[in-house]
């Protein structure tokens, strides 16, 4: 499930905020909130819980507070932020600041547009921007209409272990079922496409300045930085890992609908092995 870090210091804000989620949580897109008092603790939940969105007030007693969440930002850019503050009576260039400075893709306005309803399809429209939403857009040419869910719902789940049996009750499918409509796709099996789902969240942590491998095994509950390692090399190849490790999410979703082209999901040792076979 999507996790979300939530540093809101209005009970009004966190109220609504609550209600939105409970919506979500009814369409089944269920959250996981997790609540920070301030930036120090939000950096503390990146490093180890690596959530994909941040909800907070950039104001502070003073006006528009940016040095702490631009500080934030650089270290974890694969986190998106949400503001959610008191818009209408500031100057409308914060909106431009918080945008330029800090990448945002929208903003919640403090009773203008945070009514539950209105809130949730804010939240929605921001996710695109997470890696389940970037993998979903990647991925959209090759995926049919209907693997769609399952694919969405292995990313949001996949940052932390999850099993196959699971998947296909969530969906409402037999396991057989699945494993036809992912072959008949190029898709790999299941078991292997949760792996593949977990590489996604590694890669796309692996390019935050503010983490180390350590950290990126930790958040995604890998049991070293060693098992994320041999998972990149096992599934994707070397030259796909080191290629991550230097830009980030794109080789690897590469490399992915390479695979899917060639029907092709053997892992690096099984090819080797056979490779030595033929030799």
């Known amino acids: 499930m999507p996790i979300l870090v939530s540093m809101l210091s209005c009970p009004q804000s966190r109220s609504r905020l609550d209600a939105a989620l409970t919506i979500e949580r009814a369409a089944r897109v269920p959250y996981q909130v997790l609540q920070a008092p301030g930036w120090a603790e939000c950096s503390a939940m990146a490093e180890c819980r690596g959530p994909h969105l941040l909800v907070f007030d950039p104001y502070g007693s003073a006006g528009l507070s940016l040095d702490e969440a631009r500080l934030f930002h650089t270290a974890f850019p694969s986190i998106v932020l949400l503001p959610y503050g008191d818009f209408q009576r500031r100057p409308a260039r914060d909106v431009l600041l918080l945008a330029t400075e800090l990448d945002v893709r929208g903003v919640v306005t403090l009773n203008a547009d945070d009514h539950p ?154 090819k080797q092995a056979g490779a030595a076979v033929a030799a």
């Not at 996710?127 to 209409?145: F, Y």
């Not at 196959?164 to 057989?176: G, I, L, N, Q, T």
């Not at 998972?231 to 080191?242: L, M």
């Open 117 to 270: 309803t209105s809130l949730r399809l804010i939240l929605a429209e921001v996710q695109a921007a997470t890696v389940v939403g970037r993998v979903l857009a990647a991925l959209e040419e090759a995926t049919p209409p209907d693997l769609v869910p399952l694919l969405r719902l292995v990313l949001q789940r996949a940052h932390a272990p999850l099993c196959p049996d699971e998947v296909a009750h969530a969906v409402h499918r037999h396991s057989k079922t699945v494993r036809d409509h992912l072959r008949a796709a190029g898709f790999p099996p299941l078991n292997k496409l949760i792996v593949w789902a977990r590489l996604f969240h590694a890669a796309v942590l692996m390019h935050d300045r503010g983490r180390s491998l350590e950290s990126v095994a930790l958040a995604l509950q890998f049991p070293s930085p060693s098992a994320v390692h041999n998972q990149f090399v096992r599934y994707a190849g070397d030259a796909v890992r080191r290629a991550v490790q230097q830009h980030g999410l794109d080789p690897l979703v590469n490399a992915f609908v390479d695979r899917i082209r060639r029907h092709d999901w053997e892992l690096t040792e099984t």
